[in-house]
């Protein structure tokens, strides 16, 4: 068993709300100086970053976790984190049918670029993605669990897009088997107010959508990475976060 210190929730230059700056391959370098191990990108209801970000990111030896926050219909936002990057790009697919085709206003929602590993331009995504998708709660989980990924709710401390203080409780139908809390949260305090999120991992990242706001190397899940590879460690991740 090993240490592996981690950022499970970062928004790239393509998320409206992320800065221009948050290239996947200025993300990863900033990774690495910050001596994380694992990393995730999971732009707002989009994984058309992740090919970028996957080269970038083992470019700098950093583990690479595909992956998206999702926006369902009731304005919750879901991480959805993937083992594999086909089986991101697939539920990307899957997502984007069940977008709003809402116009992006770049003046006022901030631009929404894809790029390369390299940082090279390569377009502009036409439609906003922060707002909500068609997706129920329930769609939303089942669909992400359908393309092999994992989902939990996002930021469950904060009062935006968080699902307990838009359903006045914690998700606990949904059969989550982790959650997340910002790195100011205090598990503890979700813990006393939910006793049922004692039997789950607390997944304390950044959020980041500025390259300064990455984690540093506080956060760190032990996973057992013999005989080692990348995508054994994704694999125990994802394990870890199924309550495997």
């Known amino acids: 068993m090993n240490k592996y210190y981690y950022d499970l929730h970062i928004h790239s230059c393509l998320s409206p709300c992320g800065d ?29 970053n992740c090919p970028a970000f996957f080269k970038a990111a083992r470019r700098h030896g950093i583990i690479p976790i595909p992956g998206m926050e999702l926006t369902v219909a009731e304005d919750i936002h879901l991480l959805c984190l993937f083992r594999t990057l086909e089986a991101a790009m697939e ?21 929404q670029q894809v790029v390369d590993e390299e940082d090279n331009f ?8 922060l707002n909500a998708t068609t997706l129920s709660l329930d769609e939303g989980t089942d669909l992400c669990r359908e393309c092999g990924g994992v989902c939990y709710p996002a930021h469950i401390d904060r ?15 949904e059969g989550y088997t982790a959650y997340e809390v910002s790195n100011s949260g205090s ?10 999120l004692k039997d789950l991992p607390c997944v304390k990242s950044s959020d980041a959508h500025y390259l300064w706001d990455i984690s540093e190397a506080d956060n760190y899940f032990e996973l057992s990475d013999e005989p080692y590879s990348s995508q054994l460690v994704r694999d125990k991740l994802i394990d870890l976060l199924e309550g495997k």
């Open 20 to 48: 221009d700056d948050m290239t996947p391959a200025n993300i990863a370098g900033m990774a690495a100086l910050k001596g994380l191990q694992i990393i995730a990108l999971t732009d707002h209801n989009t994984t058309a």
């Open 91 to 111: 539920f990307g697919r899957r997502v984007d049918e069940r977008k709003i085709p809402y116009e992006n206003r770049p003046e006022i929602f901030g631009r």
């Open 122 to 129: 390569i377009r502009e995504e036409k439609y906003l993605l």
């Open 159 to 173: 009062t935006s897009n968080g699902a307990v203080a838009i359903l006045g409780t914690f998700p606990d139908w």
């Open 187 to 196: 598990r503890t305090e979700e813990e006393e107010k939910f006793p049922i």
